[in-house]
Structure formats: structure tokens, C-alpha cells
């Protein structure tokens, strides 16, 4: 059964940093992209950031550029996500989820809240 | 970036309707169309990729169409459980973009 468990929310000061992870299990990991895709509180779905499966290929949405670094350990089957210089704007829900060239982002965790607030 | 709109934003149906949902693209995507069903505090499912095709385990009351700009979603013999929150979403070219969601209620 494919697995996908982030962690590493909580709440940071504005211009703080947090790094979030996502253990993945159930399926080849270093076969896979991975996504970040965050939702604010009651608002919609908002894709942050991708990485090919061997890291060569990374994006990032305009919103992060700058701020935000992706990256992975396949030998640890682990997502990542460093976020610094944080702003109000980035309170949200942060789900990791595979993606697959041709099913697009198929299996999801299920959230990890970052919170930003002074 | 690839601009998705969505509509409509809200929908009221009843028990067993058949409602039919639309994302248009801002430039063309091919098939790379994915439809997302969301319950509230609850993570994303995946219903539809390649525009048409359904995830494994998804009922065949969920059907795609499209390719290109326009696309839509149709759900068939609405039951309790389909009111819910939709988004569509282009994996075509980064950054993959959602639709603002169509948030589907009962009558």
C-alpha cells in the first residue's frame, strides 16, 4: 500500500524557517517525482514545488521561488521541503504527493499544518 | 503560467443527478488533465488522469473528457458521498496549476 507521512509543521515567526518531510513507502521511491502542493486555511489547492525522481529536475511556484528548497534521499525513501524567510501568506495545510509522468500527482499524505504568525 | 478556470465555483444537485463540471486551460495542455475530489479535512483523491482515464478503485460514475483548453468532469447518479469539493489540475508544464475548485453541496 503506498504511504505518504509528512511532518515537520508547526508554527514559525515570520522570517523563520521550518523543514517538512515526507516518508514514503509502499512503492519504489527513486522510481517517482515528487510534489509539494499546499491548501490555506478554506482556500484552494496551490502546487509549490516539484522534483524529478533522481533530483535533476527541480520548480518551484513564483509564490516560494527563492525562499523554498525541495529535495529528497532516496536512500531514505524521504521528501523534503526547506522553507525559510516565511511570511503570513504561507499558513497552510502542506501535502507531499508521487507523481507519475502520466497519472499526474496520484497518492497524497495527509497534511502537515504550517502556521506563521507573530 | 497556465491559468485553470474552473466552473462553476458552487453547485447545488440532488441524489441522483447527473452534474457536469468545466476547466478550461489558458493554453494548451494536451491530455495532461487531472480531477481531484476533496472532502472537508481531508487530503486530495485523485478521480481522473490523462483527462479521461479513472484512478484504480474509482467508480465509473466518474468520467473525463477533453484535451487541449477544454475539459470537463461528470458525475453520474450523484449519492451522499460525491458532495464534495472538485479541482482540476494541468501537469503539462511547471507549475502544475489547479483550477479555484467547484464545490458541488446538496439540494
Known amino acids: 500500500e503506498v504511504q505518504l507521512v509528512e511532518s515537520g509543521g508547526g508554527v514559525a515567526r515570520p522570517g523563520g524557517s521550518l523543514r517538512l518531510s515526507c516518508a514514503a513507502s509502499?512503492?519504489?521511491?527513486?522510481?517517482?517525482?515528487m510534489s509539494w502542493v499546499r491548501q490555506a486555511p478554506g482556500k484552494g489547492l496551490e502546487w509549490v514545488s516539484g522534483?524529478?525522481?533522481?533530483?535533476?529536475?527541480?520548480a518551484y511556484a513564483d509564490s516560494v521561488k527563492g525562499r523554498f528548497t525541495i529535495s529528497r534521499d532516496n536512500t531514505k525513501r524521504s521528501l523534503f521541503l526547506q522553507m525559510n524567510s516565511l511570511r503570513a501568506e504561507d499558513t497552510a495545510f502542506y501535502y507531499c504527493?508521487?507523481?507519475?509522468?502520466?497519472?499526474?500527482?496520484?497518492?497524497w499524505g495527509q497534511g502537515t499544518l504550517v502556521t506563521v504568525s507573530s | 503560467d497556465i491559468q485553470m478556470t474552473q466552473s462553476p465555483s458552487s453547485l447545488s444537485a440532488s441524489v441522483g443527478d447527473r452534474v457536469t463540471i468545466t476547466c478550461r486551460a489558458s493554453?494548451?495542455?494536451?491530455?495532461?488533465l487531472a480531477w481531484f475530489q476533496q472532502k472537508p479535512g481531508k487530503a486530495p483523491k485523485s478521480l481522473i488522469y490523462?483527462?479521461?482515464r479513472l484512478q484504480s478503485g474509482v467508480p465509473s460514475k466518474f468520467s473525463g473528457s477533453g484535451s487541449g483548453t477544454d475539459f470537463t468532469l461528470t458525475i453520474s447518479g450523484l449519492q451522499p458521498e460525491d458532495f464534495a469539493t472538485y479541482f482540476c489540475?494541468?501537469?503539462?508544464?511547471?507549475?502544475?496549476?489547479f483550477g479555484q475548485g467547484t464545490k458541488l453541496e446538496i439540494k
Open positions: 493554453q494548451g495542455v494536451n491530455i495532461y
Open positions: 509502499g512503492f519504489t521511491f527513486d522510481d517517482y517525482d
Open positions: 490523462a483527462a479521461s
Open positions: 489540475q494541468q501537469y503539462h508544464t511547471y507549475p502544475y496549476t
Open positions: 522534483i524529478s525522481w533522481n533530483g535533476g529536475r527541480i
Open positions: 504527493a508521487r507523481h507519475d509522468g502520466a497519472a499526474g500527482d496520484d497518492y
